[in-house]
């Protein structure tokens, strides 16, 4: 295939739109691959759509390839189902809603875990029937808070959602592990650098997560790496060890002491150090216990107090806290009214004696894991001015069970090999791709998506999701590939193979190009033909083609005439090589197959 | 590729599906092609995606053969072009809109008109840059009234919509022309009948317009076709001829005659024939002439009256009329609101004394063409229980113009060859499978699409549109091609190229159809085998091939063991023969290649 620039329906762009906040966005722009229509929607241009629809068909032969079947879902879709898994509710603001002129609810689908779960009762009855996975590739839609980045987080984008159904545990772990393999052979072929961190499954209801990460500093998502093993996770997904308990015979009794105006970890240690000097070692943020309160709001409309124990050199993660709590759980700190309505509750000054289900203030009470048994803290003694010191965990107080949503630090002890071989956290950013899990029977429960397994009985299915977003891909790759001057595309979803350069005026120099165009397409091999006649100089064809960024760039130009040869460039090194006239045919066609 | 009915997720049906009003819904539903998500809203399940998508690929090879070139817009689109073009407005119930968490406007593109336009103005600026032709094939919403037919009306459905931008109307007759050959290899590929239709354009601004119908007893469109020459148009686009002059200079005078209770057309003939006599014939419903009041709401929202005199033998057509009017103009007949606040309409004797704009109603009169100059009525009087007769136009009254909105009956005088060759209209049904039309300058205008000429004057675009949906068209080659008892799909668009039936419980049954399916995908032949063992008997599997519609039948069953044979069926014509397991692989080959 031949695109001819002269017609090509594109326009480069020297500046950058105003709205780009990163390159990918930027260069996307400008190269004439996207257009913006509205905030976090966007037109695809010939060459966008090109590399959108190569990915989305890497996608799909790996799919297949695993025995999953395509079948495509309303975008539109009718309120009931969401309902009964009471997402209408759950996703807030975050969908689209909208009415038909009968006044029915509809919402634009943001996932389909409900159409998928109730197509397979449609059709399916027995355990015979399974295993099944089922996937399409098909246009979603969020109405983000703050759609950013262009493709990255868009309002109107192109997921590829699969869903497998078991009817055992077994069956879903050989479904999970079937995607995972294949999700492994897209990301190697797309040709970007990611990483698959252990994800937190626990608010979607199911077990076993993972998502694929591209690296990337513009990401939004911060995972943690071990600088010693192979462990990565997100950062809700880190689960901190334990401490270990400790012998607290000797430790001793708890005493109340006078600190006054110490309304903060600061004001604390620094009073302490003072007043309270130890021998061993000064008093460190890490040695107090903080507790903090939110106030919760739960999807069905209650609400409840809940308090959190950690060290006080940690505060809580909030994005921790909100995959700990679950989808639709909102939070927020304790405000006045809030310690007006609970007066045993002293602020700057909550201590255990105060927290937990049975206490004065009625507050459940869950403790981070570093509170071990026998560990030793200084902590609020629930008057206004008073701390306790050598206030033992499991001696003097106890929580109602443990929580795992302090800050995730550089420096943390890696849960995988820190015990053993010392390997220590640090995080790294990076652009959510992928996302696999196992989604469990919460979806089937809702639905009632029952089969009769091999005694007439009627089980439960079992589900796994698995998404990738083929329109953030482009972005991604782009963000992952890009350079100084340009787009730089790996092969695999290059918008052409080659990008043809007629350069100069003479008529032998477009002959030549005519010719290898005409020969390269006869190969099978897509060419990007720039055969712009007129005012276009060479200069603004060779910035178009870095800035385009297929991977290798011929230039028919001065050196035909004086020795017969053009140029062939590789976009991503910049390396060059005169190739004679004559065999540039046959040496692209072997770069473009190597 | 082999799609194996054991694991393929599809389940067909022996019962109708309850809403299914047509043929093809039924079958499609029961076939395991498709499920409704909602009213007009659709899942695809695997087969009927396959048969999709073939049909989108044979579109778009026929457009980029053009060179049209493919991008793709959002379907989520923001209020403001479709404001600037008025048809935020206009479209009334019949698009769906919605806010986003913001409170701004959206609203689900019904079309995108206005996005290619501005897509273009945005990229291009001179006329060296055109002709220019770009498509998309994507998801579309129409709020319809009533959904019907599964998917001949749906309410989220697929297009195919381009758009040919040129500097000229030279131009744009070069791009429709070309753009109606494509649509012509287009269809002729896809394989039932259909018949071009000349359409009505001036509701859309346009000049030229035809239709692509295809032929089928179900259809929503009626058009009419000449029984002696290749005339056909939509019913809307019929042209009357206008009745020529007739010489008056002999004609009686007008004379009132009391004519009590004739307040209709066949009360009034019958009382003529009984009081008044003719010589030569009797009187005929279309020697009145009969003046219908209608009250209009144009989009702006001011209020009209029209009368409508047409012969007394005759309706005005609501659709004719709605595509004179023009879009978003809503009409009623007056109502009794309607004449009070009018009394000098005499209802059931209104005459041309009391219309026209300068007449004592004061309300707009248009004539229908076959009131020719010189013809003699009998019309109302203006008074109840009188009416007028040899009443002759251009003597004794006239309108303020003349509008086409007479029903259009079997047996009318073909536009193009009755007076000639007294060609006659008779009258079909069809469903509108494609559209094109030249629309002008009216988008280009509404939103400011200018380049400079080759003199450096900024010039208004003109543009042509041409669309075909492909999910509908699934349904319309469906209907066109079913039988008694199944779908029956023509070679280009079916979901496999062949089924093989493994008929039988012999193992040797099932290793030569292994055998059969392998060598057939090795060979590029796409295959739906049905390999399901244990309860599914040869029975059950023949009906599930014939009601799938796969246009070649394999049967490997009882005749292997006897003569070495398999069996080969044509789904269409019922024809089988046995021909040699050995060889059937090569003359299976052979038919598909055909």
């Known amino acids: 295939m031949i695109m001819r620039m002269s017609s090509l329906f594109v326009r480069t762009l020297r500046e950058d739109p105003a709205d780009a906040e990163v390159p990918s966005h930027r260069l996307l722009v400008r190269a004439g691959y996207i257009r913006r229509a509205a905030p976090g929607i966007y037109t695809w241009l010939p060459l966008g759509l090109k590399v959108l629809r190569k990915i989305e068909q890497i996608i799909r032969e790996e799919m297949d390839a695993i025995g999953a079947q395509e079948l495509s879902f309303p975008a539109l879709l009718p309120r009931e189902p969401y309902e009964a898994t009471n997402r209408w509710t759950e996703y807030g603001d975050g ?20 159409m998928f779960t109730l197509v397979v009762k449609d059709l399916y009855s027995s355990y015979k029937d399974l295993p099944l996975s089922i996937y399409q590739i098909q246009t979603k839609y969020r109405d983000e808070a703050r759609p950013r980045a262009g493709l990255l987080r868009g309002r109107e984008f192109v997921m590829k959602d699969s869903y497998s159904f078991d009817v055992d545990d077994a069956g879903l772990d050989a479904s999970y592990q079937a995607h995972r393999n294949a999700y492994i052979r897209i990301f190697d072929k797309l040709g970007f650098e990611y990483v698959i961190v252990k994800a937190e499954a626990g608010a979607m209801g199911g077990s076993k997560s ?58 604390l240690v620094d009073h302490l150090n003072e007043k309270f000097p130890r021998d061993d070692r000064p008093w460190h943020a890490a040695d107090t216990l903080k507790n903090v309160v939110f106030s919760l709001k739960h999807p069905d409309g209650t609400t409840e107090a809940l308090a959190i124990g950690l060290p006080g050199d940690r505060d809580v993660d909030a994005k921790r806290l909100e995959s700990k709590l679950g989808e639709g759980v909102v939070f927020e700190p304790f405000g006045d009214a809030d310690f007006a309505s609970r007066p045993s509750l002293a602020k700057g000054y909550i201590g255990p004696g105060a927290l937990g289900e049975k206490k004065p203030a009625e507050v459940r009470y869950l403790l981070d894991p570093r509170v071990g048994e026998g560990s030793a803290w200084v902590t609020g003694a629930d008057v206004a001015g008073s701390h306790v010191l050598d206030l033992v965990a499991g001696r003097d107080f106890s929580g109602d069970g443990v929580i795992d949503v302090a800050e995730v630090r550089d420096g943390d002890p890696c849960p995988a090999c820190g015990d053993t071989d010392g390997g220590i956290l640090e995080s790294a950013r990076g652009i959510e791709m992928g996302h696999i899990f196992q989604l469990g029977r919460k979806y089937a429960d809702a639905l009632d998506l029952k089969v009769l397994d091999e005694n007439g009985k009627l089980v439960t299915v079992t589900m796994g999701s698995y998404g990738i977003g083929p329109s953030r891909a482009v972005a991604a790759i782009a963000e992952g590939t890009l350079d100084e001057i340009g787009l730089c595309w790996p092969r695999e979803v290059a918008p052409a193979d080659v990008h043809l350069v007629a350069a100069g005026k003479d008529e032998e120099v477009f002959a030549a190009a005519d010719r290898i165009a005409t020969e390269l397409s006869a190969q099978g091999i897509d060419v990007l033909y720039d055969d712009r006649t007129g005012k276009v100089s060479p200069g603004v064809k060779f910035k178009d083609a870095e800035l385009i960024g297929v991977p290798t760039i011929v230039v028919v130009g001065k050196s035909l005439g ?33």
């Open 95 to 114: 969908i689209f809603r909208l009415k038909d002129r009968k006044g029915n609810d509809y919402l634009l689908g943001p996932t389909h875990e409900e």
């Open 210 to 267: 993972e998502e694929f990460l591209a690296k990337a500093e513009v990401g939004e998502d911060t995972y943690v790496r071990c600088t010693r093993c192979d462990y990565a996770a997100n950062v809700e997904a880190v689960d901190t060890t334990p401490a270990a308990p400790t012998a607290y015979d000797d430790a001793p009794a708890a005493h109340a002491e006078e600190t006054p105006d110490t309304p903060t970890i600061d004001t």
């Open 562 to 594: 004086t020795d017969g040869t053009v140029e062939v460039k590789d976009r991503a090194t910049g390396e060059r090589e005169q190739v004679a006239a004559d065999s540039v045919v046959d040496h692209v066609v072997g770069l473009v197959r190597a």
